[in-house]
């Protein structure tokens, strides 16, 4: 299996510009989350959804944030604008939907704004 | 042992020792946990897992640990090696019947050859 995947793998843009990270999760798993790790507050957990429908999003900081996922095999976190505040290593993870087992975890999307 | 300050908690072990990785989770109701591991530059990998009914689990040279009477959770690595070294999280299911993991903030293992 392929994993998780997710792209780009290093991101470096300018303050208020827009920012798209990518997400392929496991094929055939129905839950999908992203996470934001930094020192400060480590991994937080910031949206995920069940057969592509959002289920908690009270992790999303504000509004310049939103994520979507179309269809089983594709989610994306947006910043619009971006600052520098939301540099950080995005994680996205997925699993089977259970309420147990391991949650798989991408390589992470590093994220600088200027 | 876990910390809300800035500087992670680091344990410095020789190698083929053992080590004990410390953890306080923070929600009484958490029914699931797990540890993970996370090398520099890559994503969390997880570890092994314990539910709430269970006050041990063991792996391959690892061992979990829980005592839901004070909140704790421990990881217990024996024969220490060099590919050891990361960071460690444990992580709580706080979803109820969502699954929600929460991450602690993480103990930076070094293993000294």
């Known amino acids: 299996d392929a994993g998780v995947i997710q792209s780009p793998r290093h991101e470096v843009t300018e303050m208020g510009q827009e920012v798209t990270l990518r997400c392929k999760p496991i094929s055939g798993h129905n839950s999908l989350f992203w996470y934001r790790q930094t020192m400060m507050r480590g991994l937080e957990l910031l949206i995920y959804f069940n057969n592509n429908v959002p289920i908690d999003d009270s992790g999303m900081p504000e509004d310049r944030f939103s994520a979507k996922m179309p269809n089983a095999s594709f989610s994306t976190l947006k910043i619009q604008p971006s600052e520098p505040r939301d540099s950080a290593v995005y994680f996205c993870a997925s699993n089977t939907g259970s309420v147990t087992g391991e949650l798989f975890f991408g390589e992470g999307s590093r994220l600088t704004v200027l | 042992g876990e910390s809300v300050g800035l500087h992670l908690p680091t344990l410095s072990v020789q190698e083929g020792d053992n080590s004990i990785i410390n953890c306080a989770y923070s929600?009484?109701?958490?029914?699931?946990f797990i540890w993970y591991k996370q090398e520099s530059g890559k994503g969390p990998q997880f570890i092994i897992d314990i539910r709430s009914n269970m006050d041990k689990r063991q792996g391959q040279r690892v061992t979990v640990l829980l005592n839901k009477t004070v909140k704790h959770l421990s990881l217990q690595i024996a024969a220490t090696q060099p590919g050891d070294s990361a960071v460690y999280f444990c992580a709580e299911n706080s979803g109820g019947s969502n699954y929600k993991l929460t991450f602690g903030k993480g103990t930076l293992l070094t293993v000294n050859p």
């Open positions: 929600n009484s109701a958490s029914d699931y």
